[in-house]
């Protein structure tokens, strides 16, 4: 591992913590992420190697509390070494592209987004929060964890409803429904034994890759989710377009571009209700993706919405 | 050689003989202890036998055991104190203390215009503004001293960091994300102040300095033991240590030659891998041990701390209505840690401020003790600031041991009472008195370097309880005697750490471990028992004199 040179402009790692307490399903969403990378050079940082059954054939080298993948590398804290074993990542040469955080069951992720503010090459993706939907009844009144919950829901930027399955289709009906009435611009989605599409949790793909071609893969249709790509106008201004996205929340899982508007060319990032934008000196492709749920207008709605000019 | 040690007083800690004035030493063990009238017979029985008068005016005490310290102490030496009481430092230079920010800022310039380099990091600590009323330090007051080099200021707790412009600027400090752990002004630009790690993590990557990094270095060890030194204590312990492979035998190699005044207790740090793996580490340590360095204990860290709201408190919570606090482990997992290390027979020690927090680590010890029953488990509860009787009777039954932060009543006392307990639960708060009339060993600390190490000093808060501003917490029921007191900071401490056996008290057979007072704490009495000077120690029948002190 060398020593990479002061912080200062180098390529943003994106972050994104994966909170939610134990046995609610992280490991299994973290190892679909890590087998479906997609070109990404991913690093993740875990509570526990020994639960992640990480396929062999990624595996190029392990040493000590670090295995190296093909395709990126896992590191393992456990106790409170978070910071330390977070500075040593910031200081790999090359950054990955993404760090994904596997937060403790019980860690407020908040503290951990926080990093991501006092560090220029890190941009906070999103928290996602998985809620186990077998045991929410359990972890919302448990006597001495259930602040910790909230916390950790109110925390997430989108909200993963893990173990469908286990549960009666009305049940999990009115957990949606709760959790749609006290968290109303955060958007949620299902998931089982860990499989969702990449784009859902850690974002559209680099922004090169955006501005070529927008890669929509037909997984996401078979999660039953729905994505909308399209070429924005550049009179369409930043502000605008954030308000736009916006008017559709919750059903907005992720959305991404990388366009200009008056003030200059701009990527643009959306997860679970946060905006953020990036100034880039690149010739912008006018290229936007929009993924969401199936309660998405359709495609010639979402047209005239996003692109007027053209209607 | 062997020899006999002559003093003006020896107060042994062994009930069967309290008193003595002649003691005798032998391959760093203690082969009598007694009067001058014994020495005769112990010149025909052992002698012949040298005698040593260098300390006949002095006191010896069993030297002393800090049951719960971090060698983070012997670190932060390397950087420059900024607290506010005087403390000493490992050269026995004795560092004033600084009554005002503008002190510190006067203090740090003087440092940075007389320093080597000007363009390294400058880095200070202990820094404690709650005694400063009105305003909190900023990045202008710490660009005063260099806008042209990091400057970076940690406070006593550890879990604050303030930072000047050039770290912010290098930092890129983000206006946009409103984080809590960001203090802002009343225009919302972050002030300076960064919470919980963030401030040592953005102080790390701007300096491109480990600021952790020689956490076990000899140089460290060899500082920490300085300090140890200087206080009388001749066992500390590191709590914890999550051991790296190959730490141990580095730190064999320091602790080992005689010339280091302290036995070490490392306490490894459980949840520093997963259960079984972590069981085989600690297994594997087992052989790593010697004389002077021991890997005998297990460590959690259950919650986090009263003072910094992150404490989980039984209702009615928090005085001022701050929201509970953290678990720093899941208590599921706890349970399953406690288990995994009681069934292979290791003793745990767990951090656990809260009174909620307490109640949970009980839960979680007795699971573990019906699933392997141990009857001298002496598995031990580290701070367990507000435990109640209740709380105490059940450690009692349940064989647990407590570790009380005694300390806390001088330096954060008035804090609790007005802010995180109020003053009937501050009353209440490290309650040596109900420990031990409950019948639970007890043993008392510093948790240095959050506050000093000083074990005089740390008998000192459990006899008298109070508070800086000279307030008393809570009433005689929950102060201890004198003599409770000492021996809480040496049998106590050793039956703690499973040490009893071989330190804690001066006895034949026991190991030579004493220190060296200029006077006696039994004649000084409970009120100046902070200010009793240490000479030095003994270590295994080494003799250690402290700096800055007269032999
Ligand atoms: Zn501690």
Redesign the interface.
């Known amino acids: 591992m060398s020593?990479s040179p002061?912080?200062g402009s180098a390529p943003k790692v994106s972050l994104t913590i994966i909170a939610g307490?134990?046995g609610s399903g992280k490991t299994s969403l973290l190892n679909h992420l890590l087998t479906q990378s997609q070109g990404r050079k991913i690093t993740a940082l875990v509570n526990?190697?020994?639960?992640l059954n990480i396929d062999s054939e990624l595996i190029e080298a392990q040493h000590?509390n670090q295995v190296s993948l093909t395709n990126g590398c896992i590191c393992c804290s456990?106790?409170?070494?978070?910071?330390?074993s977070?500075?040593d990542i910031?200081?790999q040469d090359p950054l990955p592209d993404h760090l994904i955080i596997e937060a403790?069951?019980?860690a407020?992720p908040?503290?951990i987004?926080?990093?991501?503010?006092?560090?220029?090459q890190l941009r906070?993706d999103g928290i996602v929060t998985l809620v186990d939907a077998a045991a929410h009844a359990l972890h919302a009144q448990d006597p001495?964890?259930a602040?910790?919950y909230h916390k950790q829901i109110e925390a997430g930027h989108m909200l993963l409803l893990s173990k469908p399955d286990l549960v009666e289709a009305h049940q999990l009906e009115t957990l949606e429904a709760e959790l749609r009435a006290n968290y109303p611009t955060t958007p949620q989605a299902r998931v089982r034994n860990g499989h969702l599409p990449i784009e859902v949790v850690l974002g559209l793909q680099a922004k090169e890759q955006v501005q070529t071609a927008p890669p929509l893969t037909p997984q996401i249709e078979a999660h039953g989710l729905k994505s909308w790509s399209g070429h924005l106008p550049d009179n369409l201004s930043r502000n605008a377009l954030a308000d736009k996205i916006i008017s559709l929340a919750p059903h907005v899982l992720r959305a991404k571009g990388v366009l200009a508007d008056a003030q200059g060319a701009y990527a643009l990032h959306y997860a679970g209700g946060r905006i953020h934008f990036e100034n880039l000196d690149v010739t912008p492709s006018g290229h936007f993706v929009l993924i969401g749920k199936p309660e998405l207008p359709n495609a010639e709605t979402l047209s005239t919405l996003f692109q007027p000019a053209r209607a | 050689m062997s020899t006999i040690y002559q003093a003006k007083s020896i107060r042994t800690m062994d009930p069967h003989q309290p008193h003595a004035t002649h003691l005798a030493v032998k391959d760093g063990h203690i082969l009598a202890v007694g009067t001058g009238a014994d020495v005769a017979d112990w010149q025909s029985a052992w002698g012949p036998l040298e005698l040593n008068t260098d300390f006949a005016e002095r006191t010896l005490l069993p030297g002393f055991i800090e049951g719960h310290a971090h060698m983070m102490e012997g670190l932060l030496w390397d950087y420059h104190y900024v607290g506010y009481y005087d403390r000493e430092g490992p050269d026995g230079t004795i560092w004033p203390g600084l009554k005002s920010i503008d002190d510190v800022v006067a203090h740090l310039k003087q440092i940075q215009e007389t320093r080597d380099d000007p363009s390294e990091p400058l880095i200070a600590w202990g820094f404690d503004p709650i005694y400063f009323e009105g305003r909190r330090m900023t990045a202008n007051d710490l660009d005063s001293i260099s806008a042209a080099c990091p400057v970076a200021v940690l406070h006593a707790s550890l879990h604050i960091l303030n930072a000047n412009n050039f770290i912010m600027d290098a930092a890129d400090v983000k206006n946009a994300d409103n984080s809590e752990f960001i203090r802002r002004d009343t225009r919302g630009k972050p002030t300076g102040e960064f919470l919980g790690q963030l401030g040592m993590y953005m102080a790390m990557r701007t300096t491109n300095l480990d600021l952790l990094a020689a956490a076990s270095s000899p140089k460290t060890l060899q500082t920490f033991s300085q300090v140890a030194r200087q206080t009388g204590v001749t066992t500390c312990t590191d709590l914890a240590n999550p051991v790296p492979e190959g730490a141990e035998v580095a730190m064999r190699e320091t602790v080992e030659k005689d010339s280091f005044p302290m036995r070490l207790v490392v306490a490894y740090q459980g949840n520093s891998r997963p259960p079984e793996e972590s069981v085989a580490r600690m297994q594997a340590l087992q052989d790593k041990q010697s004389d002077k360095l021991r890997f005998s204990l297990v460590k959690f860290v259950a919650d986090g701390s009263i003072q910094g709201f992150s404490a989980r408190l039984k209702w009615p919570h928090y005085y001022n209505g701050a929201p509970n606090g953290l678990w720093y482990i899941e208590p599921d997992r706890l349970r399953e840690y406690l288990k995994a290390f009681t069934a292979a027979g290791f003793q745990c020690h767990v951090h656990t401020n809260g009174d909620e927090c307490t109640e949970v680590t009980l839960d979680a010890i007795e699971d573990a003790l019906r699933a392997h029953p141990w009857p001298d488990h002496r598995h031990t509860l580290q701070h367990c600031q507000m435990a109640s009787r209740a709380h105490f009777k059940r450690m009692k039954n349940l064989g647990v041991g407590v570790n009380l932060f005694s300390n806390h009543l001088y330096y954060w006392g008035d804090e609790h009472r007005a802010i995180t307990m109020g003053p009937e639960r501050a009353g209440r708060l490290d309650d040596a008195g109900g420990c031990l009339e409950e019948g639970v060993p007890l043993a008392i600390h510093s948790d240095a370097p959050v506050t000093a190490l000083a074990p005089l000093f740390t008998a000192w808060c459990a006899v008298n309880r109070l508070s800086s501003s000279g307030v008393t917490l809570g009433g005689e029921s929950e102060k201890i005697s004198l003599e409770q007191a000492l021996y809480a900071i040496t049998m106590g401490a050793a039956y703690s750490l499973r040490l009893d056996t071989e330190i804690g008290s001066l006895e034949v057979g026991k190991r030579a471990d004493i220190a060296i007072l200029a006077d006696d704490p039994i004649e000084v009495g409970a009120a100046g028992l902070k200010d009793i000077s240490v000479i030095g120690t003994m270590v295994d029948g080494h003799v250690h004199l402290n700096k800055g002190r007269d032999a």
Do not use: E
């Open positions: 020593q002061p912080i307490f134990l526990d190697f020994g639960a000590g456990i106790g409170d070494d978070l910071m330390r977070l500075a910031m200081r403790s069951g019980v407020d908040t503290r987004a926080a990093y991501a503010a006092v560090d220029p906070l001495y964890l602040d910790n």
